[in-house]
């Protein structure tokens, strides 16, 4: 049980006083990087474990229902039904953690999802994304318009000022970064923040979720996130209730990574057409 279940109060003078030993962070970071792959199977079952974590994501200014119901469908079937046939994992009702829109094209995932038949969570970027420089009452009531049209997740942009100031505030996760920034998710920010996370649990009891988002879009890198979070924080994170990747065009890569193991080459761009 947390202290901020028993009803205490839970004391954060402790993170001001918390020093960051940035050489030896990117050293670890730089570890985790230049790690060779786990090969053939073992990276083939890594791969599809990664696909579970994904939030698959289109936050473009020209969104459209059709092409949110494309995501949709990608989301129900990330990897091509034949090749998870190949592999004996055709049945393991393998889907993305969730589908991450903007706030206007929740209406179009939620129905989407429903008409394909799953309950894949749909998660939004409400509160002013992605500067989150908007007014309070504003922000919170994109928020409830947000979960009105059937958002389950929302993803909040912090109001950067308050963390800058000392005035932190809660969350059920923390994510790197929004995508939009010109440098997003890195392994040495991610180090900080999931010690961060695991200090936290050993403080309170209480487990906070982490998302990298932005920049994550080849196999290779989803591997060396799952490894991160493996060794940093344990086998009890990697479960997307506690860690997820928010991402766009990183499945593709994946399901060509498992066409390639399955067949032994890789795909023309008509051999995975929805990728």
């Known amino acids: 049980m947390s202290a901020h279940q028993r009803g205490t109060e839970l004391d954060l003078s402790w993170i001001s006083k918390i020093q960051v030993n940035q050489p030896a962070v990117l050293r670890r970071a730089e570890q985790i990087q230049a790690r060779r792959p786990v090969k053939k199977e073992w990276q083939a079952a890594w791969l599809l474990k990664a696909v579970t974590f994904i939030d698959l994501t289109t936050l473009s200014g020209d969104d459209t229902s059709s092409n949110i119901q494309r995501l949709c469908y990608k989301a129900k079937y990330p990897i091509r039904e034949d090749l998870l046939k190949a592999l004996n994992m055709h049945d393991k009702g393998i889907t993305t953690a969730a589908v991450c829109v903007y706030p206007a094209c929740v209406c179009d995932a939620v129905k989407a999802l429903k008409a394909a038949g799953c309950d894949i969570p ?77 200090d936290f649990f050993w403080k309170t009891g209480n487990k906070i979720g982490f998302k990298p988002a932005g920049g994550i879009r080849s196999a290779k890198d989803s591997l060396a996130w799952l490894s991160l979070i493996k060794e940093e924080l344990g086998d009890e994170w990697l479960k997307p209730e506690l860690f997820r990747i928010g991402a766009s065009t990183l499945l593709a890569d994946i399901e060509r990574q498992i066409y390639h193991h399955v067949t032994g080459r890789y795909a023309a761009y008509h051999d995975l057409p929805m990728s």
Request: proline fraction near 3%.
């Open 122 to 198: 749909v998660a939004s970027v409400a509160t002013g994304f992605p500067a989150g420089q908007t007014h309070l009452k504003t922000r919170l009531e994109e928020i409830r318009l947000a979960v009105e049209d059937g958002a389950s997740e929302i993803d909040v942009v912090i109001n950067r000022t308050l963390v800058l100031t000392g005035q932190w505030e809660g969350s059920d996760f923390i994510k790197t970064s929004t995508g939009k920034e010109t440098v997003n998710a890195t392994f040495p920010v991610a180090i900080v923040m999931l010690r961060a996370i695991r």
